[in-house]
T-cell receptor
Framework: GAGVSQSPSNKVTEKGKDVELRCDPI?????LYWYRQSLGQGLEFLIY????????KSGLPSDRFSAERTGGSVSTLTIQRTQQEDSAVYLC?????????????FGPGTRLTVT | AQRVTQPEKLLSVFKGAPVELKCNYS??????LFWYVQYSRQRLQLLLR??SRESIKGFTADLNKGETSFHLKKPFAQEEDSAMYYC????????????FGAGTRLAVHP
């Protein structure tokens, strides 16, 4: 079946512009996660959705970052007034939370470059 | 704080040598532990999980609760094992999320 998809795969934007990154999880997966992977860094957790609600936004680095999920499916991560330090690969993952199964399935990522 | 520590950023070995990628986790509850792998130009994928007690691609990992460790081992490294490896644990606190370590890059030389 189809895996997690993300779009766009690459995004180059000018400093100060807003960007929207999209994640389409695996059908039926109730949990959705956003991570950021900066050059030479590990995975930085941003936000977690269970259904349409976001019980954990603790990883969002500033109020310029926001995310929503509608219909328990597609999620959009929005970065307003982008800064150069926002340049990174943004990863989305989804999981079917069932019993003790927490395996996360990752998308290919969106590489964001802020010039 | 709940955390996962991977002390080595880079592990460089020759083909056929044994490999051990270290992972230590903070003790909190009874977490489930995972190893994820990211090969060059591929997406991050699950390698193995402690609850399954399985061996994948020759890799094994044993959970040591006394030492709070979950080291990844392989007796004979292959060049195709070169990748980025991330250790992760479940978050104890009611949320179904994973906490990842910073990752270790394994480079296997011919």
């Amino acid at each position: 079946g189809a895996g997690v998809s993300q779009s766009p795969s690459n995004k180059v934007t000018e400093k100060g512009k807003d960007v929207e990154l999209r994640c389409d999880p695996i059908s039926g997966h109730t949990a959705l996660y956003w991570y950021r992977q900066s050059l030479g860094q590990g995975l930085e957790f941003l936000i977690y959705f269970q259904g349409n609600s976001a019980p954990d936004k603790s990883g969002l680095p500033s109020d310029r970052f926001s995310a929503e999920r509608t219909g328990g499916s597609v999620s959009t991560l929005t970065i307003q007034r982008t800064q150069q330090e926002d340049s990174a690969v943004y990863l989305c993952a989804s999981s079917l939370v069932q019993g003790y199964s927490y395996e996360q399935y990752f998308g290919p990522g969106t590489r964001l470059t802020v010039t | 704080a709940q955390r996962v520590t991977q002390p080595e950023k880079l592990l460089s070995v020759f083909k056929g040598a044994p490999v051990e990628l270290k992972c230590n986790y903070s003790y909190s509850g009874s977490p489930e532990l995972f190893w994820y792998v990211q090969y060059s130009r591929q997406r991050l994928q699950l390698l193995l999980r402690h609850i399954s007690r399985e061996s994948i691609k020759g890799f094994t990992a044993d959970l040591n609760k006394g030492e709070t460790s979950f080291h990844l081992k392989k007796p004979f490294a292959q060049e195709e094992d070169s990748a980025m490896y991330y250790c992760a644990r479940t978050f104890s606190g009611g949320y179904n999320k994973l906490i990842f370590g910073a990752g270790t890059r394994l480079a296997v030389h011919p």
